[in-house]
């Protein structure tokens, strides 16, 4: 199971410049809120699908669940 | 029936209705909390929807899932296009952007959205839930 930290590397490596902050109290199910450049001009269908492949496979099985929010930064 | 033909079946549906939800469960018995909450922003909004019960085959969340890149349930579509799941709907809802993307007549929001289960007694607008089982 990974834990928040691990989840936070994960997305802050697989989107550069991206800052990640993840809460989880089971490291099941994580709340995520994603700021990125790179999800500037992007539908938010598209900046959840940048955050999601990184997690591509473990969703639904050792993430069981992903509550994500993304923002551009300001 | 063969998977491509569900595939089939699920793009003509996205395709023929301009507002479509994939959900587990109907509008009235939402079988999620996440589609329950979803069907009441929608209802909220009182915008028409078409709703398809992913639940009756596993096949059908396989296949839709291969065609919107998109791995949950619910899956809102308009005009063809993923407007996103749960949480984005529920973005959307609360500052606004919904009703406006869907061309609702109510706009609504900014408001929290609605936590689902009570509003759901409307019946689908479109009854084709049982089109793809």
Not at chain 1, 27 to 43: N, P
Not at chain 1, 55 to 72: M, N, P, S, Y
Not at chain 2, 69 to 84: A, C, D, M, N, R
Request: with cysteine; aromatic share 4%; hydrophobic share 45%.
């Amino acid at each position: 199971m990974p834990s928040a930290d691990e989840v936070k590397s994960r997305i802050e490596t697989g989107i550069p410049g991206a800052a990640a902050e993840v809460q989880t109290y089971d490291e099941v199910h994580f709340d995520v809120v994603v700021r990125a450049d790179a999800f500037q001009g992007l539908s938010r269908v598209k900046q959840h699908r940048l955050v999601m492949d990184i997690f591509a496979g473990e969703l639904g099985g050792a993430i069981h669940a992903l509550a994500l929010k993304t923002e551009v930064p300001t | 029936m063969s998977d491509n033909e569900i595939r089939t079946l699920i793009a003509q549906a996205i395709e023929e209705n301009d507002t479509i939800l994939f959900m587990k469960g109907s509008p009235d018995a939402p079988a999620c909390g996440f589609s329950a909450r979803t069907v009441a922003m929608l209802q909220q909004l009182e915008t028409p929807f078409a709703a398809v019960d992913i639940l009756p085959d596993p096949r059908i969340r396989q296949e839709l899932s291969a065609i919107s890149s998109w791995p949950t349930i619910p899956q809102l579509f308009h005009k063809g296009e993923l407007v996103g799941g749960c949480d984005i709907v529920t973005e959307m809802y609360e500052n606004g952007e919904l009703g406006e993307a869907l061309g609702a007549p109510k706009q609504a929001g900014p408001e929290a959205a609605p936590a689902g289960a009570a509003g759901a007694q409307q019946a689908a607008p479109l009854g084709i839930e049982n089109r793809l089982s």
